[in-house]
């Protein structure tokens, strides 16, 4: 039996070590006052764990190799990132040309990996570890949050709180992603063959997510004013 070289240990130490924080702090940043510092500094410090959460993953995946947790971490570790460019990316509301050519490159390589994943799910489950029904789920997902940043490059968004909207989506997805891998990790081995547990969190995450979204939404919504009576 071949074992894993030290190195792999090293990065599954700093992979585990930032999902746990990525675990811990986002909540912090989701339950603290929205703009201000404490939310800025938890929310910043979450980014950078997701960020190495995402990028040991994707080499450890490319080691072993096991294509499809490769590519997930593609499109997980995007949903981040484009939630925390959209924080500087307000001006797109005016019309203003905001995205430079990281985020074009990024939103393009997501497009196309998570239309890989979703491409190898339907014609070539074998390829992506049986997992035809997740890779075709996660990976139509990810073409959307990147097809969603393509058009929003080319066409002004008609919402001014837009980059409202899409921050709270792409940080909370991007926790749906960390909570379904330490789904998979730690109850999918009790399971055996049960490809659903991929799901789970995003089952329930996706749909709380469209309603923050809807809850904001009202909130921000201009408000009527009515004339006084006669």
Not at 188 to 198: C, F, N, T
Request: net charge positive; glycine share 10%; hydrophobic share 55%.
């Amino acid at each position: 039996m071949q074992h894993d070289p030290l190195w792999m240990h090293l990065f599954l130490g700093v992979h585990i070590t930032a999902g746990t924080g990525a675990f811990i702090l986002a909540p912090l940043a989701l339950l603290t006052a929205k703009g201000g510092k404490a939310h800025r500094r938890w929310g910043k410090i979450y980014f950078y764990c997701m960020s190495v959460v995402a990028v040991t993953a994707m080499v450890m995946a490319i080691y072993r190799p096991i294509l499809f947790l490769a590519l997930v971490a593609i499109f997980s570790f995007y949903s981040a990132f484009v939630a925390y460019r959209l924080l500087g990316q307000k001006a797109a509301f005016k019309g203003e040309k905001v995205a430079t050519g990281l985020d074009w490159f990024a939103a393009v390589f997501d497009f196309i990996a998570s239309a890989a994943l979703a491409g190898l799910g339907a014609f070539k489950p074998e390829m992506v570890q049986n997992l035809g029904i997740p890779a075709m789920v996660f990976g139509g997902i990810g073409m959307w949050i990147g097809g969603n940043a393509i058009w929003r490059f080319t066409h002004p968004p008609k919402e001014k709180m837009f980059w409202w909207y899409g921050h709270l989506q792409g940080m909370i997805g991007s926790y749906i992603a960390a909570w379904t891998a330490f789904c998979v990790v730690t109850i999918g081995p009790r399971l055996h063959g049960a490809w659903w547990i991929w799901l789970v969190p995003t089952a329930i995450g996706v749909p709380a997510m469209i309603a923050t979204t809807a809850y904001y939404k009202r909130k921000f919504a201009p408000k009527v004013m009515l004339s006084p009576a006669s």
